[in-house]
Nanobody
Framework: QVQLVESGGGLVQPGGSLRLSCVASGSIFSLSVVGWYRQAPQTARELVAR???????NYADSVKGRFTISRDNAKKAVYLQMTSLKPEDTAVYYC??????????WGQGTQVTVSS
């Protein structure tokens, strides 16, 4: 069983920065695709960024150049550094893990609010 625990959300002013962290339990982290999704009220959950076990990354067009995803396999952790935050980045951010067998796991979510 895999558990994902996120932290680092909060309230930030436009133009500010936040760093989200997600730590996983279990032994499959290093072979998994891990990433971040977000969901704003009354919208569908959307991919923000993800990274494969060999280090490849994908970003949503809306965050390219502002967000950076990284992972530390030894710590079983994935991070999302968010800069130049905009009000439209406000959402609940979820950590995800997709195993090599196609099973996915989700964290409980952390709220990010960008507002002056």
């Amino acid at each position: 069983q895999v558990q994902l625990v996120e932290s680092g959300g909060g309230l930030v002013q436009p133009g500010g920065s936040l760093r989200l962290s997600c730590v996983a339990s279990g032994s499959i982290f290093s072979l998994s695709v891990v990433g971040w999704y977000r969901q704003a009220p009354q919208t569908a959950r959307e991919l923000v960024a993800r990274t494969s076990h060999f280090g490849g990354t994908n970003y949503a067009d809306s965050v390219k150049g502002r967000f950076t995803i990284s992972r530390d396999n030894a710590k079983k952790a994935v991070y999302l550094q968010m800069t130049s935050l905009k009000p439209e980045d406000t959402a609940v951010y979820y950590c995800s893990l997709l195993t090599s067998l196609g099973r996915d796991y989700w964290g409980q979510g952390t709220q990010v609010t960008v507002s002056s």
